[in-house]
Structure formats: structure tokens, C-alpha cells
């Protein structure tokens, strides 16, 4: 179809321009370096074998089940594509755009919006360095700087081998722990140049690592693409519940004993309003809007206005 | 001190498998959803309202009054969604709460959706935190085999699925609106409100979409009574909330406590600053709340009190920098996370970081051209409340904070590079072990 082709060609052209953007909005990114060839979405042309678009199906529908509407499988999906092809390729967008009823130009669409997406092969280890504010004054910056020297790749780059992308990433909610560096997703804390170049030498070496807080070893990037796909592994209860930080206030409160209040009687049913029969217990608090106390109260519009006129909350 | 901590979402994260429904089931777990589950919705959505529990995720907005905001059922689905697209710099307490004792949401999300007559609910957990998701996945597959999800809850009747979704790196999915647009396989770009999200939300159905700690929080008011709730913290800003020291502090970590704690007493539990130096400037709430400085250390951490003072109380994400610190290099950085993961959908966000950003750079190398400062406040003032969301405003408030407090240092940026005045390095993790201080 002749207006298929129209799209496919608006999209590679598309697609190369975002790319060069991306390119431009790497914080950081030194456009003087030789990039990165980055492979076309539409690169991998050449089919899935029977096998594997077989189990791509099955486990497409899998996900689609989890949903009222099926475009809401597309985010697992490409992560499934991912898990199968390391990268988000030209024959997984066409296989998410048939699964999904969509056409490839909104599968790409949502492809080039998330950075998790790869669009070139991706090493079997992605080493993300955290280089925002915090962790980049925490030495990040510097973990960066040597990790890249001693790699001889920067950001968004492969090794040789294949096995490790470095990348830069944003904060990636371990704050406690600066400076973080992820691989493939699992968190290494409190990290020096010198343990980082370490972690790098034995992803290398093949040897396997033990993430800070996670499982008892990291997987590969196809590995991990599958459980982000909704797939899991196994390795649920692998790994400790929390890290010295997390567990510095429960440990602090334990050692001075403190202890959040309780109320009054300690038998819990006496004091929560479900527990009071045919009515509710009067709040003792200035603030409480007594209206809304109301047993046989059902939120409606009219009543939430009330509500908010008498809280006199703005937002 | 007069505040202590108050660990309640936190009290059991040093158990053994501190994860598991079986722990989980020893400290309390699913007494509320049977309380909750023999009475009525209406009171849930009252007692929320009562708590004066409001949102966890930054905003505050009052969660119960969020429930209250959906119209009548119509036979139609209505959807919970939970927001643990947790990116905020500076912001990592729902990461570890999911980590260490994922049961709280998924009772939470029960309880919830029974208010709210929801009978299909979502976690939109952000892709980059894989441990996190197995935790998640895991918590509800073993909440489906003890009977607390699915057809028929305990015998009441009650119905509920939860599905866990993974996004796949975008900040801007933190917002709600643009979660909403992703979760349903799009871009994530965020909707203009109205309508809003109780009416129009998820598939166009009426929906809630609660932070993580908000809706961890229910069992517990649930459990001992929106009075008890109520009654810590500060008169608008009530109950508890967990306190995230990250930077130059000698012992960072996580701090449940009653709203309205200072940071005062937070460093004193802390330990203090890291190798005695100065407090330079700190963020109460996330990159997106104007910074502080030595000068607000005994502001009252709740709503109101840091509100007054000109900043937001956030996500409670404590970023301390030193005096060691360059403001110029810390608000550059936050800049280009800005640029990064603004969506492009406006005009004055897409364009504007980018060109807050060049300034930024030249400012940093020391290269600043005269206006500069005037500009990058001229810039910000025609981002912040021009934007569709809230990113572009949020883009502007270090940068408007840090010209306020510290404006010597960008007019110093006229001529100097940061590095000279303030060596990067001398105060990284690791500057003992590599490096002269």
C-alpha cells in the first residue's frame, strides 16, 4: 500500500531529525566526539523466526489481558521487544503496531518519547553513572569522568564488546546513597571511581555482580527488558528489604524508643470511626469539617463543594 | 528536641524479609481492609477527609477531598491509579517504602478502591527501579493468594485486580495527567485540565490518582481513627511523612516524622553536616521547590509554614550542599535536567529551559554576558504560570532562589569560572580516601 509507504518513509525522515535533537539535549554531550552510529528504528528488516514471533504473540496477549483497552499494552510491549532484540527494532514496531491495531508511526512515536527505549543495540550491561545535581557533587561527575576514560566510550556509547553502554543518567530516587550508578536498573550505592571501574572490569570479565540493593546478581539488559514487560523472574525475594540509610530512622527511633502514638485504648476497633455503630466518632480537631461527618454522607459534587468552601483549601 | 520520629510506614523495614505479606501480616497488615470492609464507603471518604491527610506527592492537595471530587457512580468503571513514577531530584522515600514493605500500598489500594467503587486499580512504577517492580509484582501476586484481591475480597462481596505497570524514563509521567496519557500507551505529555482527572481520567472514566505514601498512609488511619492521624503534626498539615536527607549530612537516610519537624532537629539526627562544615543551601521538597538557606532552619516542615517562607514543602526531599558547593553549577545541573525531560508539548517550557540553559552554561564557565542574571529572572517569569504543568515551573524555582539568596555568585560567574571558587571534589563521598580535602 502505497500510503504505508508514505508514513514509513515521514517516519525515518522524522525520526532522524528527533535524533539529532536527543543528540542535542544530552546534558553534558560534547558534540566534538565521534557519535554514536545510531541505528535506524527501521534497521532490522528481516523477520522473526517462527519460534520466537510465536512466543512474542503469546506473551503479547498475555499483556494485553492485563488491560481494559489494549493500547495500554504498548510501554510493556516495546520492553518486550526489547527483551528479545536489545533494542526496540524496526520488526518489534511493526509487531506491536499489528498486535495493538496501530499504526508504526504511533509505535514510534511512543518509542522515541522514553529514554529506557533503545534505538541501536544496546550493550549487555547498561552502566548508568547519576550525574544530577546531588550525585554529580557527591562525585558523580568524577565516577563519570573516569568510568568513560577508563571504558574509552561516552555517554550513550558501546563497548567493543558489546558488553557495557555507559550512560549518564537523572536522579534516579536513591539520593541517600550518592553517588548511584545503575546497572541495568539495580542500584550500586555510595559508589567511588575506583568501585565503579571495578563493577565495569567484572561485568567485562563476564564475573557477576552483586547489586548494593537487589537481587544476588544483576541480569542482562534482555533479562531485565522482560520483567519490566510485567514478566517476572523469581528474584522477588532475593536481596535485603532496606539499605543503611533507608533503615537510619527506624533504627534511630528503636535505639531512643520512640514510637509513633497510639491511640488511646490500643484495641483499634474502639477508636477508628468504622467501629462506632450507626455514627461516627466526633474529631477532637479544630480544623475537621463537621459536615463531612455526616454517616450517610455520599460524595457528590455539590456536597465536595461544601467541603472545599469550609476546609478553605485553594488547591 | 522536641520532635521525635514517628515510624509507622517505616517501623518494620529491619525485618527479616521485611517484604513479605507474612511480615507484613505480624505488624497489623490487613486489619484495616477488614475494618474497612465491613462498613460503609461513604465513611472511608469521610475519614480521609477528617485525617486531614493530603497528598504525599508534592502538591498537597487533601487526598480525601481527591476521592470526594468523582461523581456518582454510573455503572461505568472508575479507576485508581497510583503514582510511583517517583523522579523528582532530590525525592526517594517511595523507592525504599516499596522496597522494604510493598503490602502498605497494595492494602492501601484495596481499601481505596472500595471507597472509591473501583474495581480495576494500576501502579505506574517508574522503569528504572527493576528491584522495586519484582517487589511490587510480588506483593500482589501473594495479596491474590491470601484472597485480598480478586473476585470476592474476605467474603464481602467486593472485587478488586490490581495490574502493575513498569513506564519506561520520563520524568514528566510523574505528573498526572501526562501518567494517564502514558498508561494508556502514549506519549507522556501532559492533558489540559479541565476537565480533570475524578471526571475525565483513565480511558475518559472517572479517576483517582494518589502518590504512593498517600495511599500507603490509609491503613493506618483506617486502623486507629482519623483523630489519631489528625493529631500529629501541625494544625493544617496534619499526620506523618517521611523525611529524605541526601547530601553533605553525616548519616542520610530516611526520617518518619510528624509534619512541621525542622531541619534543625532532622541534622541533629542526622549527625549533623558532614565533617562539621557550614549549610550552605538546601531544597525542602525536590529541584522543584525554591531553595533554602542557613537562614531557614527552624521553618516548621509542613505545608503552610514552608509556604511563607516563599518555598513548597514538596516531597520532603532534603538536598544539603555545603559551603563548598558553587550555587551556579548546582542550578546549571538542574537546568539541564529540566531541558532533558521537559515533553516539548508547550512553548514556554520547550523553549525556555533550552535557553535558560545556554545561560546557565556560559554562566558556568565564568563567560556570563551582562544581563544574564536579569534575563534568566526575565526568562523564568515568562515560564512560571505560562506552562501547561507544573515542570516549567518548576524549572524556574532554583533558578529564581539561587539568584535571590546567592546573587554575588552569578555576578561573579560575569568573569570566573566555578571551579576556581569552589574546586569540585572537596566534598564528594569518597574525597578522603582520593583526594586532598
Known amino acids: ?315 | 528536641m522536641s520532635t521525635q520520629l514517628t515510624p509507622i510506614l517505616s517501623e518494620f523495614w529491619d525485618a527479616e524479609r521485611s517484604w513479605t505479606l507474612e511480615t507484613y501480616e505480624q505488624h497489623d497488615g490487613y486489619r484495616a481492609l477488614r475494618t474497612a470492609l465491613a462498613g460503609d464507603a461513604a465513611d472511608l471518604v469521610a475519614a480521609a477527609k477528617e485525617s486531614g491527610l493530603r497528598g504525599r506527592g508534592g502538591a498537597g492537595f487533601p487526598t480525601g477531598m481527591k476521592w470526594g471530587f468523582l461523581p456518582p457512580p454510573d455503572g461505568g468503571p472508575r479507576y485508581l491509579v497510583v503514582n510511583a513514577d517517583e523522579s523528582e531530584p532530590g525525592t526517594c522515600k517511595d523507592t525504599p517504602l516499596m522496597m522494604a514493605a510493598p503490602q502498605f500500598l497494595i492494602e492501601g489500594m484495596i481499601i481505596t478502591s472500595f471507597a472509591i467503587d473501583c474495581h480495576h486499580a494500576f501502579i505506574y512504577v517508574r522503569g528504572e527501579i527493576v528491584h522495586v517492580y519484582r517487589r511490587l509484582m510480588r506483593a500482589v501476586e501473594e495479596a491474590y493468594a491470601a484472597g485480598y484481591l480478586g473476585k470476592d475480597i474476605l467474603g464481602s462481596g467486593f472485587d478488586l485486580d490490581i495490574t502493575v505497570h513498569a513506564g519506561a524514563g520520563a520524568y514528566i509521567c510523574g505528573e498526572e495527567t501526562a501518567l494517564l496519557d502514558s498508561l494508556e500507551g502514549r506519549r507522556g505529555q501532559p492533558r489540559l485540565k479541565p476537565p480533570f482527572p475524578a471526571v475525565a481520567g483513565l480511558y475518559a472514566r472517572p479517576t483517582v490518582v494518589n502518590n504512593v505514601e498517600s495511599i500507603a498512609s490509609v491503613p493506618s488511619i483506617v486502623m486507629h481513627g482519623a483523630d489519631w492521624f489528625a493529631g500529629m503534626g501541625t494544625e493544617k498539615s496534619q499526620g506523618y511523612g517521611l523525611f529524605s536527607l541526601s547530601g553533605h549530612v553525616e548519616r542520610p537516610g530516611q526520617y518518619e516524622a510528624p509534619l512541621g519537624i525542622t531541619l534543625r532537629e532532622l541534622l541533629e539526627m542526622a549527625g549533623g553536616m558532614r565533617g562539621g562544615k557550614k549549610l550552605k543551601f538546601w531544597t525542602p521538597g525536590g529541584s522543584s521547590t525554591p531553595i533554602f538557606t542557613d537562614a531557614h532552619l527552624d521553618v516548621p516542615l509542613d505545608f503552610e509554614s514552608v509556604a511563607a517562607e516563599g518555598s513548597m514543602l514538596g516531597t520532603r526531599a532534603l538536598q544539603i550542599f555545603d559551603e563548598t558547593v558553587s550555587v551556579v553549577r548546582a542550578v546549571s545541573r538542574w537546568t539541564d535536567f529540566y531541558a532533558h525531560e521537559s515533553c516539548g508539548k508547550c512553548t514556554p517550557c520547550r523553549e525556555g529551559t533550552f535557553w535558560l540553559k545556554q545561560i546557565l552554561e556560559r554562566l558556568e564557565a565564568g563567560r556570563g554576558r551582562p544581563g544574564d542574571i536579569e534575563k534568566l529572572d526575565d526568562i523564568c517569569d515568562n515560564i512560571l504560570g505560562r506552562s501547561f504543568c507544573a515542570l516549567g515551573d518548576g524549572a524556574t524555582s532554583p533558578i529564581t532562589s539561587a539568584i535571590q539568596y546567592f546573587r554575588e555568585e552569578f555576578e561573579e560567574a560575569m568573569h570566573t569560572p566555578w571551579q576556581e571558587t569552589f574546586p569540585a571534589g572537596r566534598n564528594t563521598l569518597f574525597a578522603k580516601e582520593s583526594q586532598p580535602a
Open chain 1, 1 to 315: 500500500m502505497s500510503g504505508t509507504h508514505e508514513r514509513e518513509d515521514m517516519r525515518s525522515q522524522l525520526d532522524e531529525a528527533s535524533e539529532r535533537r536527543v543528540h542535542h539535549s544530552v546534558p553534558g554531550h560534547s558534540d566534538d566526539g565521534p557519535l554514536h552510529h545510531h541505528t535506524p528504528l527501521h534497521a532490522s528488516e528481516e523477520p522473526y523466526p517462527e519460534d520466537v514471533l510465536a512466543q512474542l504473540v503469546a506473551d503479547g496477549e498475555q499483556v494485553i489481558a492485563r488491560y481494559p483497552q489494549k493500547r495500554s499494552a504498548l510501554l510493556p510491549l516495546l520492553h518486550l521487544v526489547q527483551s528479545v532484540d536489545g533494542y526496540v527494532t524496526g520488526r518489534g514496531v511493526r509487531l506491536c503496531a499489528e498486535l495493538l491495531d496501530l499504526t508504526t508511526a504511533e509505535v514510534s512515536g511512543v518509542a522515541t518519547f522514553y529514554t529506557q527505549y533503545k534505538r541501536h543495540p544496546n550493550g549487555e550491561y547498561t552502566v548508568g553513572v547519576c550525574t544530577n545535581t546531588l550525585c554529580a557533587v557527591m562525585g558523580g561527575d568524577q565516577i563519570f569522568d573516569e568510568v568513560s576514560e577508563h571504558l574509552g566510550i561516552g555517554h550513550d556509547e558501546t563497548t567493543e564488546d558489546g558488553r557495557i553502554t555507559l550512560e549518564r543518567v537523572e536522579c534516579n530516587a536513591a539520593c541517600d546513597y550518592a553517588p548511584v550508578v545503575m546497572v541495568n536498573w539495580e542500584f550500586f550505592d555510595d559508589q567511588t571511581p575506583e568501585s565503579t571501574k571495578e563493577l565495569t572490569d567484572r561485568l567485562r570479565a563476564g564475573e557477576p555482580v552483586t547489586p548494593t540493593r537487589g537481587p544476588s546478581r544483576v541480569c542482562t539488559f534482555k533479562q531485565v527488558s522482560r520483567v519490566l514487560a510485567g514478566f517476572p523472574d523469581g528474584l522477588a525475594d532475593e536481596g535485603p528489604g532496606a539499605g543503611t540509610a533507608s533503615l537510619r530512622g527506624t533504627l534511630l527511633a528503636k535505639e531512643k524508643g520512640w514510637t509513633a502514638p497510639r491511640p488511646d485504648s490500643g484495641t483499634d476497633t474502639e477508636a477508628t470511626p468504622e467501629g462506632q455503630a450507626g455514627g461516627r466518632a466526633q474529631g477532637q480537631y479544630g480544623s475537621v469539617d463537621a459536615d463531612a461527618n455526616e454517616p450517610d454522607e455520599v460524595p457528590t459534587s455539590e456536597g465536595v463543594k461544601d467541603v472545599d468552601e469550609t476546609k478553605g483549601d485553594e488547591r
